[in-house]
C-alpha cells in the first residue's frame, strides 16, 4: 500500500456512506494519532485500539451520526498531502477549512494537531486532510 493515510480516510467515508456504526481500520502511530484528533473534535462518537496476532493491531471506530436525522458527523474527508506532492504550511500560512468550521489535521514536530492548535502554538507542518 502506497498511502496509508489514504486507505484510513477511504475506509471511514465508505462506512459513513454505507451507514455502518463501527469500522476497522489497521493501526499505525499516525492513524491512532489522527484518530485521537476526530475524537476530541467531536467528528466520532468513539474508538478502541486493539491488538492483533500480527501485532500490527486494529483500530474499531464507532462513527457518530445525528439521532433524529441519520446524518452523519463528518460530511467530507478529503487528503491533502500526498506521497507524489506533499503540502506543508509554515505557522503564519495555516490553511482554514470552511471559513473556520471544520478542521485542517496536520503533522507538526508537536504531534498530529488541528490547525487551531498549531495557531496556538506558532508551528507549521504537513496538512494530512481537511474534515468538516
Same mark, same amino acid.
Given at each position: 500500500?502506497?498511502?496509508?493515510?489514504?486507505?484510513?480516510?477511504?475506509?471511514?467515508?465508505?462506512?459513513? *456512506?454505507?451507514? #455502518? +456504526?463501527?469500522? $476497522? =481500520?489497521?493501526?499505525? /502511530?499516525?492513524?491512532?494519532?489522527?484518530?485521537?484528533?476526530? #475524537?476530541? *473534535?467531536?467528528? =466520532? %462518537? /468513539?474508538?478502541?485500539?486493539?491488538? &492483533?496476532?500480527? #501485532?500490527? !493491531?486494529?483500530?474499531?471506530?464507532?462513527?457518530?451520526? /445525528?439521532? $433524529?436525522?441519520?446524518?452523519?458527523?463528518?460530511? #467530507?474527508?478529503? +487528503?491533502?498531502?500526498?506521497? !507524489?506532492?506533499?503540502?506543508?504550511?509554515?505557522?503564519?500560512? %495555516?490553511? +482554514?477549512?470552511?471559513? !473556520?468550521?471544520?478542521?485542517?489535521?496536520?503533522?507538526?514536530?508537536?504531534?498530529?494537531? &488541528?490547525? *487551531?492548535?498549531?495557531? $496556538?502554538? /506558532?508551528?507549521?507542518?504537513?496538512? %494530512?486532510?481537511?474534515?468538516?
Amino acid at each position: 500500500m502506497t498511502d496509508p493515510i489514504a486507505d484510513y480516510l477511504t475506509r471511514l467515508r465508505n462506512a459513513i *456512506k454505507a451507514k #455502518h +456504526r463501527v469500522v $476497522d =481500520i489497521p493501526a499505525s /502511530n499516525i492513524k491512532k494519532e489522527m484518530t485521537k484528533v476526530l #475524537h476530541d *473534535k467531536g467528528y =466520532i %462518537l /468513539n474508538y478502541k485500539f486493539e491488538e &492483533t496476532a500480527n #501485532h500490527q !493491531g486494529n483500530i474499531k471506530i464507532a462513527l457518530k451520526y /445525528n439521532p $433524529d436525522s441519520k446524518k452523519p458527523a463528518i460530511f #467530507h474527508l478529503e +487528503r491533502v498531502s500526498k506521497p !507524489g506532492l506533499r503540502k506543508y504550511a509554515s505557522a503564519d500560512s %495555516l490553511p +482554514r477549512v470552511l471559513n !473556520g468550521l471544520g478542521v485542517a489535521i496536520l503533522s507538526t514536530s508537536r504531534g498530529v494537531i &488541528t490547525d *487551531k492548535e498549531a495557531r $496556538d502554538m /506558532n508551528v507549521g507542518g504537513e496538512v %494530512l486532510c481537511y474534515v468538516y
